[in-house]
């Protein structure tokens, strides 16, 4: 039984995929999980990076407490330091494994995880960590990008190039880019009758200029400067000139005057019951 991530995180924590966390909310990232909370709930959110939507939903329950769980303990200061300035004493951030989660069985009425599992090993393993601190009549929900199902405008055969090398390098990273559509299989695997888990998508989507320019600006800073770049070349064989040209072709794109971009996520809510067992 998996007790330890063995995979690379991808992405790393460099200030180019920060950028991008740090704009995540409540409301652009868990919007399908909303209509379900009640104002005293116990929640987890696993893999929860800067904290930025673990501290929307702990406005969300001010008679009940969210825990942020991390495996980078250095990303936690900053999720701290984002509470504290809001006031909010109904959350605990903590570093630790989603493989193996430091919490009794039947810990919370919320588990939740957002963009974790396409990074991990064993995704079905960690939704059963999920499944097993969750109450009974409790959810478990998961956010996860499909990068397959990612489209674009104008077409920028660089970007179709960017996608190929994502794809290679999170594979053999140990990770699976395409989780979107693969993650209500997933949570049968884990244990979740069908009847049990229900399914969506929704997307984000850039088309103001300022929104192209941040996207594209930090995907080309990314792809030659965080932890993706450094495992292209060492994980996946890819070369320092092919990232160049990758983080070219975000920056060419970003300037066109019609540039869109849409980012597919697929999501499930499965509630905890005597069927799943």
């Known amino acids: 039984m998996t007790t330890k991530e063995s995979a690379t995180y991808t992405h790393g924590h460099h200030p180019s995929v920060l950028r991008s966390h740090t704009w995540r909310t409540a409301a ?9 909370l009640r104002p005293d709930m116990r929640i987890l959110d696993v893999g929860c990076g800067p904290g930025t939507i673990t501290v929307d939903l702990a406005r969300l329950i001010p008679d009940g407490h969210i825990t942020g769980l991390e495996l980078a303990p250095a990303v936690l200061e900053q999720a701290r330091a984002l509470a504290a300035s809001n006031s909010l004493t109904n959350i605990t951030f903590l570093s630790g494994d ?21 990074h991990v090993r064993d995704p079905v393993h960690i939704l059963r960590e999920m499944r097993r601190v969750t109450k009974e009549g409790g ?5 996860e990008s499909d990068y397959a199902g990612f489209v674009w405008y104008p077409a920028t055969p660089g970007l ?19 989780a979107g559509r693969m993650v209500h299989s997933w949570a049968r695997q884990a244990g979740f009758a069908r009847q049990e888990i229900k399914c969506s998508s929704s997307n984000w989507c850039y088309s103001t200029p300022e929104e192209v320019d941040w996207w594209s600006g930090l995907w080309a800073e ?22 160049e040209e990758i983080a070219r072709a975000w920056r060419e794109w970003g300037v ?17 019951g005597e069927a799943g067992r």
């Open 160 to 178: 179709d190039i960017w996608r190929e090398t994502y794809l290679k390098v999170t594979r053999a990273n140990g990770g699976e880019p395409n």
């Open 139 to 143: 959810l478990v929900a998961a956010r």
């Open 98 to 118: 989603g493989n193996a989660l430091p919490f009794d069985e039947g810990s919370f009425d919320v588990v939740f995880c957002h963009q974790v599992l396409q």
């Open 256 to 272: 066109e005057e019609d540039a869109w971009f849409s980012v597919l996520s697929g999501e499930v809510i499965c509630v905890k």
């Open 28 to 36: 652009n990232s868990a919007a399908y999980l909303l209509p379900h």
């Open 222 to 243: 990314r792809t030659v400067a965080s932890e993706f770049g450094r495992t292209a070349r060492e994980n996946a064989g890819v070369g320092g000139d092919e990232l």
